[in-house]
């Protein structure tokens, strides 16, 4: 049985080392220093069938035909370029504004990958380990304690002791121990958080992160840090370590350091004014027709309106399918584009990796890595969701990516919808990528 464990494990630790050394040696060493922007190219010059690529066309249409979605725009790209870019019905039915490529999206969680990125950055400094404990930056968090016994009378609730605090690693891949207020499983965690006026995610109220994460801080975890996986507000936390290690407002950090460098000039916390008729409506079906989605526990028009002043690390950003695109193209070539290194190749395979197998283990399909969920050969092997080593993850509002780096291929397709139930576009875009590969 041990030699079964560790036969697989090391089998998938030099699958994953294998499909990123070979995607630097086969770009070589004078395109990874300066790899172009993302540029328009004929799908046969990189190797992909302009007749298969039709079936996307097939599917995103009927799909909006049939009221599954009211619209989409969808990316593929390889080798660096951009083999296929279009839109598909309205970004908003109510107005009759049609849906166009270069329409702007509520990216929601795909906002965590960006934030872990400007988290290596300042790792690369050297500004911290990813080991130290959240609470050496953060005195809030100092002393975690675990719910013990919790009155869903009146939200009290005991602790007891963490076993040990949390890291800058286990807040990367979900396995601190935080919560996620609105969204949590757990509903004794959705009353505390409300209770304490924690902010989950995105809004239009006067909130700073500060404020919002040293209230967090105090809070119970649902498990000892490091044992299990909890989909949680660990992304926003980092967004304020950011702020605290390099002295800039994280959205000015995330502007310097890698929306401009890489040409992301379509992707903010709050859009700017002249950005704003961009912004796609997020609708929900209602007596077969799309409608826009109200305010809720949230007003989903916070990227346009209200106090813009709360960037949320894990959900806040907004976003095209061509920026999107442009990040992602960054990571497959090794931390580069454009000639402006984001991130040294060695730190990308860092990122890549499984992070915590006591929590994934070595005969998983798909495991955490810094910033990504990553598909194993394992998974692989079933089909339909890219290669080895694939990274991917979605959003809030009905986005999703995925970068195969042994095909050297992106997938983007964007939607803004809420409570739909008959949409099946994500695992279909992405077989229809797959099969749209002809070399």
């Known amino acids: 049985m041990t030699f079964k464990i560790n036969y697989i494990h090391m089998k998938n630790l030099i699958t994953t080392l294998l499909t990123f050394g070979l995607l630097i040696s086969c770009t070589g060493p004078d395109v990874v220093k300066n790899s172009p922007q993302l540029s328009e190219a004929t799908p046969e010059s990189q190797g992909v069938s302009s007749e298969r690529l039709d079936r ?33 019905g309205m ?44 609470s050496k930056y953060i005195p809030e968090f100092k002393n975690p304690g675990l719910i013990k016994t919790f009155s869903p009378k009146d939200t009290t609730y005991t602790t007891e002791p963490a076993k040990s605090e949390i890291t800058i690693r286990q807040l990367l891949t979900h396995t601190s121990g935080v919560g996620y207020g609105f969204i949590d499983g757990d509903e004794r965690f959705r009353m505390i958080y409300h209770k304490a006026g924690i902010n989950d995610a995105f809004t239009t109220e006067n909130i700073i992160l500060s404020e919002n994460i040293k209230k967090l801080g105090k809070l119970p975890l649902h498990h000892n840090p490091g044992e299990k996986f909890t989909y949680s507000e660990g992304l926003d936390v980092l967004g304020y370590l950011i702020e605290i290690v390099s002295g800039m407002p994280f959205d000015k950090f995330l502007k310097s350091r890698l929306f401009d460098p890489l040409g992301m000039n379509d992707t903010w916390f709050y859009l700017p004014e002249e950005k704003a008729s961009r912004l796609v409506t997020v609708q929900e079906p209602k007596n077969g027709s799309w409608v826009r989605f109200p305010v809720t526990s949230y007003d989903p028009d916070y990227p346009i309106k209200g106090a813009k002043s709360y960037f949320a690390g894990g959900a806040g950003l907004s976003s095209t399918a061509k920026d999107y695109a442009t990040f992602l193209q960054m990571y497959l070539n090794g931390g580069e584009l454009n000639g402006k290194r984001i991130l040294s190749r060695t730190t990308v395979q860092s990122i890549m990796g499984n992070q915590n197998y006591n929590v994934w283990s070595e005969d998983t399909e798909s495991y955490n890595g810094l910033a990504f969920g990553v598909l194993t050969e394992r998974g692989a092997e079933k089909g339909g969701l890219g290669s080895a080593g694939t990274f991917n993850w979605g959003g809030y509002f009905n986005t999703s990516y995925f970068a195969d780096p042994v095909e050297k291929t992106i997938g983007v397709i964007m939607k803004q919808t809420q409570n739909q139930s008959n949409d099946n576009t994500e695992w279909k875009f992405k077989i229809l990528v797959g099969q749209s590969v002809n070399n």
């Not at 960006?114 to 404990?133: N, Q, S, Y």
Request: proline share 3%; charged share 25%.
């Open 91 to 134: 970004a908003d039915n109510q107005s009759g504004r049609v849906m166009k490529t270069d329409d702007i999206f509520r990216i929601a969680s795909q906002t965590k990958a960006v934030t872990a990125t400007a988290v290596m950055i300042l790792w690369e400094e050297g500004k911290f380990r990813l080991d130290d404990p959240i």
């Open 56 to 88: 996307i066309d097939s599917m995103l249409m009927k799909a909006v035909e049939d009221g599954d979605i009211p619209g989409a725009v969808a990316l593929v790209a390889r080798n660096g370029k951009i083999v296929y870019h279009k839109a598909f």
